[in-house]
């Protein structure tokens, strides 16, 4: 037999990265600060790349329900929730989710990855998945463990979403599945005109807010309630990791299919249950979430004020209305030099390459928070005037 280790190698792209010293993953971060910087290598850096929009993740009230989660309730759940681990706490935070989202019940996930996994009991191996091009590595894993036909339609393209459409089996089931804020590009789903299109053609809407709900929305409700469009969403799925400064995640959608899932989604049934400390955590910012909208405003006002300064110094940033900067540069070798180039000028941002992006898409991912200051923005944006001129990119 071949030996199985023989291909794990990194990608040829990475040696030429690894010989400069620009890899730029795995970077350990020893301290998280309560203002928009970390500490790196015991270098403090801006946080340029978090998705910590609401920089709740540090916030003493968040800190505070988890310690008293944990004096109460201790540091782990001991099993799945099906068995012995679920908790009133639990229960407690799905049913506010639930709330929150106009929906009939919801589930608590240990991640956000693992809440879109769950989807994957909705499919089978007859069914037909229509897929936005751009959605995420857990949406795609979700349909690929259900056995069903994935259709990948052109990112936000209507026009061939509703080819793939007429052109399905009339007798599988269809789901539509996309999201509201995408992760890379910062763009929004059109959700009108893919809402319509689910109800013309008799498909269930499935829409990941893992980056949006809490930021986007007049309640904080996610790029469902920015459009105006709760009720036209079946089931939503979100991440804590972004917004609500913690880690776990959830699905939210009729009663009928939250009891379902909970008793066929393996990702549920067979993980340990949401620690005490991030339940407390997450109820604790869905508090803040829908008392503080200065804090999704001034995130969302400091990546309009950043997107003007990094365009203006010539670097091509997209058309994202939300608070991720995708700054382009295309090759994988360039990316990674000018993430280290940022890196040493004491900015910490994120480089993404395939298969995070299409090939020949790399990027420089940029995102602001409610913590940074108009000086940090100044930092980033001089940060990239002086690595982009060293590195030719830029006049």
């Given at each position: 037999m071949l030996d199985a280790f023989d291909r794990c190698r990194l990608h040829d792209d990475f040696r030429p990265v690894t010989e400069l010293g620009a890899y730029p993953y795995y970077r350990p971060v020893e301290e998280r600060l309560a203002t928009g910087e970390v500490v790196v290598g015991g270098r403090v850096l801006v946080a340029a790349g978090s998705n910590d929009y609401l920089g709740l993740s540090a916030d003493p009230r968040l800190k505070d329900a988890a310690c008293r989660a944990i004096r109460s309730l201790g540091t782990g759940t001991s099993g799945s929730r099906l068995v012995n681990g679920s908790l009133a706490l639990h229960e407690t935070l799905e049913g506010r989710l639930a709330a929150f989202l106009g929906q009939e019940a919801a589930m608590v996930t240990p991640t956000g990855?693992?809440?879109?996994?769950?989807?994957?009991?909705?499919?089978?191996?007859?069914?037909?998945v229509l897929a936005d091009q751009l959605i995420h590595a857990s949406l795609i894993d979700a349909v690929r463990l259900s056995r069903a036909r994935l259709r990948r339609?052109?990112?936000?393209?209507?026009?061939?979403?509703?080819?793939?459409?007429?052109?399905s089996d009339p007798a599988a089931a269809g789901l539509i599945v996309t999201e509201g804020m995408f992760s890379t590009t910062g763009t929004l789903c059109d959700l009108p005109g893919t809402a319509a299109l689910a109800r013309r053609h008799g498909a269930r809407l499935v829409l990941d807010?893992?980056?949006?709900?809490?930021?986007?929305?007049?309640?904080?409700?996610g790029a469902a309630e920015h459009h105006g469009l709760l009720p036209a969403v079946d089931l939503h799925t979100m991440a804590f990791s972004k917004?609500?400064?913690?880690?776990?995640?959830?699905?939210?959608?009729?009663e009928q299919i939250m009891v379902y899932l909970r008793h066929h989604a393996r990702s549920m049934v067979f993980s340990a249950a949401l620690s005490p400390s991030s339940t407390a955590a997450a109820l604790a910012a869905l508090d803040i979430v829908e008392t503080e909208p200065e804090r999704r405003h001034r995130a969302l006002a400091a990546a309009a004020r950043l997107r003007a300064d990094l365009a203006g110094l010539g670097?091509?940033?997209?058309?994202?209305?939300?608070?991720?900067?995708?700054?382009?540069?295309?090759?994988v070798v360039l990316c990674c030099r000018l993430w280290r180039e940022l890196f040493e000028e004491g900015v910490f941002a994120t480089a993404m390459v395939p298969p995070g992006v299409p090939d020949g898409q790399s990027l420089i991912r940029v995102s602001t928070t409610a913590l940074h200051t108009d000086a940090q923005l100044d930092r980033i944006a001089s940060a990239f005037a002086a690595a982009g001129r060293r590195l030719g990119m830029i006049p």
């Open positions: 990855f693992l809440a879109n996994l769950a989807l994957s009991a909705l499919a089978g191996p007859r069914d037909t339609y052109r990112h936000n393209d209507l026009d061939h979403l509703e080819r793939l459409l007429a052109g807010g893992a980056h949006d709900i809490g930021l986007l929305g007049p309640g904080g409700r917004c609500l400064g913690t880690t776990g995640g959830a699905v939210a959608g009729p670097f091509g940033t997209g058309a994202s209305p939300t608070t991720i900067i995708p700054v382009h540069v295309g090759d």
